[in-house]
């Protein structure tokens, strides 16, 4: 790591060079710190006060969360710098709060050579530095490759070595590293300039924008794919968050918060986003109503992507492919025939047009063998489709061009050109190349070519785990047999087989009665293993919902949305082990108002943190056969049989039962229409959009 950089500053003998030139001070920064200057103002300021070392520190923003922080070590008073990979296991929340460590270490390091000549010579050369241990594979693109200890020390350290060292805080005009793609398309952006010193600042005063590519967008090659014509405008942009795969146009300007998310393209001269409100939006205080819109983008503002790992293909299916994936083998591996036929040189060949030639015949090839004779002029080998072609052959006959003979000679009556019926190394995919782009989803014939390329695991945003919870006294376990007041509990597997329906992998628990703390303790068990948890039922205004009496005051917020059905819905983050956040979506107990809940808020969450893109079911236009009416001011998913007119259109009919009850139609429906919450009443005849569940309709 960088903090040999001490190190070999004696063991070079450029330190002493720096001392006999009398320089006494030398400033340190990493190479790709735009913003690191020697700043004379920064060397007097050490002088004047004589410190041995002085490291600056910068105001942290959320983009700066993962970096290290200087502490104060409590034993001894000393400043310390504090690293990712030293941070013990369940202090990470704490580590990435930038409120309780609202500084991070920029990496500029001011030292006085003379006290560090001192003490590198009491120290016999040893600082003394932390050891920072990260645990890798020998290949980090590679799994299966032996895993490793790397051992490193990092400059900023030495903090705690010098007694009397100091921490400045500098404005963030002195931290502009580029390390992420992220930071690439900023510097780039017309947000920054070159003043007349070639110093990088900011063109346009306020925040700098935070930006969150999707994994597509990881390495340069792939970056400067996706914007050919430059990257937007960030001049009045505050975020910009990039869901899926799109290319840029030229000329695109992004103002305020900008989410792109389902777009295969950003055309020419687009705006991205608005002017963010001059006031932000209230929360909704007990009894005020939001809309679905509104709900949806608080649940998804919350949500962070599932972290990547390594999975085996055989697991991968429907999963977003992480980072570019470049072919290990050529493919074919190896020179082959394309045909059942004779292993032959062209030159051989050359007069069978005229008359046929007779070759003897040295060997013969079946796939998998590995030929070890050679094919001279005159000679061929019989050959089997996929086999490697022997030694010295350039070209094969078709078996039905020759009269068959397994042994002794072959008769051929046509001539073939070198290369007839070869399938040459590296023709379909040559080793190194991209095979695979981030951000595609893994389907059967991607699992085909990551196979052939030689991999049995394949790097994807990790697949949530849905832990399903219903809850009510009156609920039985289904094949159980009912007594008086109880039913049947289907919304367990209703939302399990949804869950699992949307790339999730899903286990349902046993419901929970009508108590608070048999909820509390329920939902103790299931936080560990969850990446999210659904609950049914429990979330109304009535004397035995559970779930809002339970978790109104632990962190879930229990709302009113303009909607039918569904209009009650809980939503938040429970804390699991190590301060891991798992959201929880507390939807109505009703089965058609728990289905259409998970449509709408439940489904998007799931397929952001796995990347899928689009997040939303598309609206597709159909025509009503039947009149529906509807309450206004909510938005109405109602149910409906869609299919296709005789002339290709969607037509979509009502199913008789639309209370949030019937499950017998709900099973009947195939799509969702949606009613405006402007619409009372719509006629048979009129278009309405529709939100298609299976995929055959």
Known sequence: GHGDVYVSLVTSGVLDALLDKGIRYAFLSNSDNLGATCDP??????????????????????????????????????????????????????????????????????????????????????????????????????????EVIQMESAMGTAIEVFEGSEALLVPRTRFRPVKTTN??????????????????????????????????????????????????????????????DPVFGRNVRCIGEVLSDGYRRVLDDAVLGEQPMAATVPVPAPG???????????????????????????????????????????????????????????????????????????????AGDDPRFTVSPGEAARIMTGAPMPEGADAVIAVEDTDGAATGEVECRVAVDAGRYVRPRGEDVASGSVVVSAGEVVGARTIALLAACGYAEVEVHRRPHVVVLSTGAELVEPGKPLQHGQIHDSNSSMLWAAAVGAGASAEIRAAVGDSDDELVKALGEVVGDADVVITSGGVSMGAYDVVKSALQGEGIEFVKVAMQPGKPQGFGLLTGPNGRRVPLFALPGNPVSSFVSFEVFVRPALRRLMRLNPEKRRLRPATLISGVQSFGGRR??????????????????????????????????????????DVTELVAGEVVDVLVLDRDA
Request: hydrophobic content about 40%; charged content about 25%; aromatic content about 6%.
């Open 41 to 146: 103002d920064v060397a007097a300021w050490m002088v004047e006060h004589g410190l041995p070392y002085v490291a600056e520190v910068c105001k942290r923003t959320k983009s700066d969360r993962k970096g290290g922080h200087l502490a104060v070590r409590k034993s001894d008073g000393r400043i310390v710098l504090r690293d990712t990979a030293q941070v013990a296991e369940g202090d990470e929340r704490h580590f990435r709060d930038i409120k309780r460590h609202s500084t991070f270490n920029a990496n500029n390091v001011w030292i006085d050579l003379q006290v560090l000549r001192e003490r590198m010579t009491a120290k016999e050369g040893v600082l003394g530095l932390p050891i920072i241990v990260n645990r890798k594979n020998v290949d980090p693109a590679d799994p299966s490759s032996p």
């Open 183 to 244: 930071d690439l398309l900023v510097i780039r952006s017309d947000f920054f300039s070159l003043d007349d010193e070639y110093h990088v600042v900011a063109a346009v005063d306020g925040p700098e924008p935070f930006v969150d590519l999707d994994s597509a967008y990881r390495f340069v090659p792939g970056f400067e794919k996706r914007f050919p014509n430059g990257v937007p405008s960030m001049r009045d942009c505050t975020s910009l968050r990039v869901i899926g």
């Open 288 to 366: 005020d109503v939001r809309t679905v819109d509104e709900h949806l983008k608080a649940n998804l503002s919350t949500l962070e992507p599932s972290p990547t790992e390594w999975t085996p293909l055989t697991d991968a299916l429907g999963l977003v492919v992480a980072r570019d994936v470049r072919a290990k083998v050529d493919l074919p591996h190896f020179d082959n025939s394309s045909m059942d036929g004779y292993a032959v040189r062209a030159e051989s060949l050359a007069g069978a047009g005229d008359a046929p030639v007779r070759l003897r015949i040295v060997g013969e090839v079946a």
């Open 636 to 677: 109405q998913f109602g149910r409906a049989v869609v299919s296709r007119s005789a002339e290709g259109t969607l037509v979509a009919l009502p199913v008789a039962g639309q209370g949030s009850h019937f499950v017998a139609d709900l099973a009947k429906a195939n799509a969702l229409f949606v009613v405006p919450e």
